[in-house]
């Protein structure tokens, strides 16, 4: 007798798996590849929870189909190991990141491992690793011996524009640089100095050092993303955010933005993902000009798209961090001006850019000339305008754009409405103001109107025409201990790269994690940090890689993660190629996605990868909610009313841990153990028990409704988990946690066990050939299954399984012919039960080795056909027919019928209408 052990069952399966390495893969040119990615796990100390997995088993299910089907399939995890959290962790308590990181590594894998997935646990990596940050750092020496050559369109080889500089200087070379950058001669260029020389350098590589505004964070003594940053705080600790500059290195990804856009147009990706792409790179085609300032050697740049309002400029508007503030601030504005500067610019961009309704701003007192027609306008700040974006300056034009007419009405600045014949189209509407007509550019078609605007700035030298992204290059380092060494040394106060045989450059030993007493990043703590070269010791860089580092690149080190040589193996790189499914999340949209694109087109021009786009398809999974439950405590008492009663008496409503509720229903023992002050708690029940209250919200710990995947395992199994979660509902969609509705998945599970089971609980199946309604129902739910997994509607198949068991059930199939089919078309999404069955119908190999039953659309079609059969217009009788009988067989067989031949009472039919496979009329 054997009963559905599931924990026996599923032990026993993962142990296989490991032990005979089953889901390793290798680059095997004889076979179709697929490779299938989860998106980097960060492992936090408190483990998954059951909304993590929730991608890993969409992954994991089409990674096991692909393999039903013959692919050969990569399907690696790892590690996002490097990370504030531990770092915060390890200032708090002293002990090393790294011992913390392994601790989170480990309890992770271990959940991951009791889910059953079918990860290639051999080609693990960690980019908190040397063995792998080696080579993140000499990603960065790439980039940094690297430029962006805008002829060729890709980046080059830095030796080949010194080589540029040596024979003409830099005239006539079209490369993505500062804008700052002075003509020179070859002649120049030789009779530079070498710091000189490295200077200019400098402001072309595609990794640079440059002062840049940032967010810093005193309290946690690093420079924080805009993500990490909400309404002037850190979000984590809570601590003040401040913006200053700072020298920082950066990544020119500026230069891809081009790319970046069209690429999109390559990949299948949804298009909200898409659109969040392009609205980050905010690509625009206009004018730069410059606004001169009265009274003063100054003039300020800036850009616009819609130069035919420029008759409509009113003021100008600067960001409260732009060079020019503090020198346009006059001195009877000076105090209101100074203070509003100190607040705004502290507010993070993020908050600035999604803030629509809060107005402030102030007037410096100075004043600005209009290019085009000689009229002084005034110059204010105002946080509406961002520093990095464009020139860090607006030419406001109140009635066509409508945060500055927003900000001219709340400050009662003029509003002037622009009217340009078929340009009036573009105006902000319904704005009024002061209407004019410029003339300089009216009746004009809008291109006609641009060309001829831009014509006039380059003719004054006041402006040009020019292609503006919103997109900012990114800022590359943090002021942390826990990330990649950058494997730089300063020599003069420049920058130069540690020799390639040195890498990597691993991370010292400190005293504390925390910032020096200078000031100084926690590097400033290692005793040594020092870089020997022939011609002396050096200080290596003290800042650390962002947390993005590591996650731009590591899908191709899954694919070699061992080789000491090189990065990827060229013949294995370009066998796996792009990742054919990556699924993850959408906050991931403009930060880590963008990045490993940029990485790759790099990597791509540089001859290192055979692919431009890295993520072929990408899904991004729902959230799945908490479901909260709440008992109801007498105001004043220990006391606690169950639901149903809860409104006849005076009570406040509190959060209680959803693991001791089941169904609603409160355990009472469990919760006077729950928490000291509730040991003597008493309750007024309904009808013996205590129903809790329940509501859907976001998984957290301090709403105690966080479920632990490994208690749902424990108490109903992997598969169950596994298939619960795919059955409550579309995969892109966000869905409430309900244990309640799992004891179902569960008794599914139950049932299919007994499928193969007879009634003493013995293993039985039948040779005997299939009856046709077995095939039919087998079939139909190979085709839903296979049509299903092909559409990443996993929800649909697992109600098909259902529907499909139950029949089977009802008709007490246990025909080999059926079974073994029902379990491989099971397996992607319950494994552990699939691979018992399919051991126990005698198979040697696991079940990942069999193939994907192949759907027969003759199954599905009728062989006969009950027609109802009517006489004199009412329904008499029903017939069960073949179809394949002609007009005249069904005619007869319906009236010899003994039914017909009663209603009828032998009376010769005046006529009889026949529509084969449909009805049979009567007429007597």
Not at 496 to 525: A, H, M, Q, S, W
Not at 558 to 585: C, F, Q, S, T
Not at 760 to 775: A, H, R, T, V, Y
Request: hydrophobic fraction near 35%; include cysteine; aromatic fraction near 12%.
């Amino acid at each position: 007798m054997a009963d559905y052990n599931f924990q026996e069952i599923e032990k026993k399966w993962q142990a296989y798996w490991e032990k005979n390495q089953v889901f390793n893969a290798k680059a095997d040119t004889k076979k179709s590849k697929f490779y299938s990615l989860d998106m980097f796990p960060y492992p936090s100390g408190s483990g998954l929870h059951v909304g993590h997995p929730l991608g890993y088993i969409a992954s994991d299910i089409i990674t096991r189909f692909k393999r039903l089907k013959g692919f050969n399939v990569l399907h690696p995890m790892g590690y996002d190991s490097f990370g504030l959290p531990a770092e915060q962790y390890a200032i708090q308590t002293g002990q090393h990141p790294a011992i913390t990181t392994e601790q989170n590594i480990k309890r992770y894998t271990e959940q991951l491992k009791n889910i059953g997935f079918a990860f290639d646990w051999d080609k693990e990596v960690r980019t908190s690793d040397p063995a792998y940050y080696r080579w993140t750092q000499w990603i960065f020496m790439q980039l940094f011996n690297s430029y962006y050559d805008k002829d060729e369109n890709k980046a080059k080889s830095i030796a080949s524009l010194i080589g540029k500089f040596e024979s003409n200087g830099n005239i006539g070379v079209n490369a993505v640089c500062d804008e700052d950058v002075p003509f020179f001669t070859s002649l120049d260029w030789k009779n530079y100095s070498e710091k000189e020389q490295q200077e200019i350098l400098l402001k072309y590589r595609l990794t640079f050092l440059a002062e840049t505004t940032v967010n810093w964070c005193p309290a946690l003594g690093t420079v924080l993303s805009n993500d990490e940053v909400k309404d002037g705080f850190s979000e984590r600790g809570g601590h003040p955010v401040e913006r200053k500059k700072m020298m920082q290195w950066s990544m020119r990804i500026t230069a891809y933005a081009e790319r970046l856009l069209n690429g999109l147009e390559q990949v299948e990706w949804s298009e909200p993902i898409k659109e969040m792409q392009r609205n980050w790179i905010g690509k625009s085609i206009g004018a730069e000009m410059v606004f001169q300032v009265k009274g003063q050697d100054k003039q300020i740049k800036v850009f616009t798209t819609r130069i035919d309002t420029i008759y409509g400029v009113t003021y100008l508007a600067l960001a409260p961090e732009h060079d020019y503030v503090h020198d346009l601030i006059t001195e009877d504005q000076k105090e209101t001006a100074l203070a509003y500067v100190e607040v705004a610019k502290n507010r993070s961009e993020r908050d600035r850019m999604s803030d629509v309704k809060t107005i402030s701003g102030a007037f410096t007192g100075s004043y600005a000339i209009n290019p085009f027609n000689g009229e002084e306008i005034q110059i204010w700040i105002a946080d509406y305008v961002l520093a990095g974006y464009g020139t860090g300056a607006v030419m406001a034009v109140p009635a066509h754009d409508e945060r500055d007419y927003n900000f001219a009405r709340h400050f009662g600045l003029e509003i002037r409405q622009v009217i340009e014949g078929s340009m009036e189209n573009g105006s902000f509407p319904g704005k009024g103001g002061t209407i004019i007509n410029s003339g300089f550019i009216s009746e004009l078609e809008m291109k006609d109107a641009m060309e001829k605007a831009i014509s006039f700035l380059e003719e004054k030298k006041i402006g040009k025409g020019k292609i503006q992204y919103r997109m900012r290059d990114a800022i590359f380092t943090r002021q942390r201990y826990w990330g990649e060494p950058l494997p730089v040394y300063f020599k003069e106060g420049l920058p130069y790269l540690i020799k390639e045989k040195d890498l990597p450059l691993v991370l010292p030993e400190v005293d504390k994690y925390l910032p020096t007493e200078d000031g100084e990043p926690p590097l400033g703590r290692a005793s040594n940090w020092i870089y020997k070269t022939e011609e002396g010791e050096f200080p290596l860089e003290k800042s650390t890689m962002p947390g993005w580092a590591g996650s731009s690149w590591y899908f191709f080190r899954y694919m070699d993660p061992k080789n000491e040589e090189r990065l990827v193996e060229p013949e294995i790189e370009k066998y796996w190629g792009a990742v054919d499914l990556y699924i993850g999340g959408a906050e991931h949209a403009t930060g880590h996605l963008l990045y490993s694109r940029f990485w790759t087109k790099f990597l791509y021009d540089i001859g290192v990868v055979s692919i431009e786009e890295p993520f072929q398809k990408m899904i991004n999974q729902g959230m799945i909610q908490g479901r909260s439950n709440f008992v109801y405590r007498l105001k004043g008492t220990n006391t606690f009313v169950s639901y149903g009663l809860k409104n006849q008496y005076d009570t406040s409503e509190m959060h209680v841990d959803v693991n001791i509720v089941h169904n609603d229903q409160l355990n009472l023992e469990k919760f006077k153990a729950w928490r000291p002050d509730l040991e003597d708690a008493e309750f007024i029940l309904e009808d013996g028990k205590y129903i809790c209250g329940a509501e859907v919200e976001k998984m957290s710990k301090s709403k105690y409704n966080v479920v632990n995947p490994d208690d749902i395992i424990e108490r109903y199994g992997a598969d169950t988990l596994r298939l619960y979660e795919m059955f409550l509902g579309p995969l892109e969609q966000f869905k409430p946690w309900n244990t309640n509705g799992i004891d179902g998945v569960s008794k599914f599970l139950k049932k299919l066990w007994k499928l193969y089971h007879d009634n003493q609980g013995n293993f039985s199946i039948s040779d005997e050939k299939p009856s046709q309604e077995e095939l039919k129902i087998l079939h139909k739910t190979i085709k839903k299954t296979q049509e299903d997994l092909e559409n990443y509607s996993f929800n649909t198949s697992v109600a098909s399984f259902m529907i499909c068991v139950n029949e089977l059930t009802a008709l007490k199939c246990n025909k080999r012919e059926i079974l073994e089919s029902l379990a491989i078309i099971v397996s992607p999404y319950a494994p552990h039960i699939a691979e018992e069955l399919w051991a126990k119908l005698g198979h040697p190999q696991s079940i990942i080795f069999a193939e994907f039953p192949e759907f027969k659309e003759e199954f599905l079609v009728e062989n006969s056909h009950e027609y109802p059969v009517s006489i004199n217009g009412k329904l008499r009788a029903k017939l069960p027919l073949p179809l394949s009988l002609s007009k005249e067989d069904v005619e007869k067989a319906a009236l010899s019928d003994p039914t017909v031949q009663k209603w009828t009472e032998g009376k010769p039919p005046k006529k009889v209408i026949v529509v084969p496979g449909k009805i049979v009329n009567i007429v007597i």
